[in-house]
């Protein structure tokens, strides 16, 4: 379904994320959880953005971030809504996924080898 998905935001935004940022943002997403996690952990979604950050990017509010923790509270912000405010945080640290720190690392090095 995550590749369906990605397809989809890459067909919905062309000439932005190219197949090597799908496949790493992909590879991130199947370490940090579900597109609607909200474990009380600080961070948010199936690429467990900041609020910080998510304010940041201009990502749309969620209730999550007032409830964190709450199972009633799951983040509600659709999976290519997502992929767009990681897409603009790839951007601003300078086409890196230093926000993601190691698990970023490792899957940038994964989709170069």
Known sequence: MISLL???YAAASAGKPSAAW???AQCIHRHEGPW????GNGY??????????WTAMKGPKDPAFTHPGDPAYPFS???AQQL???W???L???RTWRSWGAVGASCARAAKH
């Open 6 to 8: 990605l397809a989809g």
């Open 22 to 24: 799908l496949a790493q």
């Open 36 to 39: 609607s996690a909200n474990t």
């Open 44 to 53: 948010f979604g199936g690429m467990q953005f900041a609020a910080a950050t």
């Open 77 to 79: 912000v659709p999976p």
């Open 84 to 86: 767009q405010v990681a």
């Open 88 to 90: 603009l945080v790839w």
């Open 92 to 94: 601003h640290d300078g």
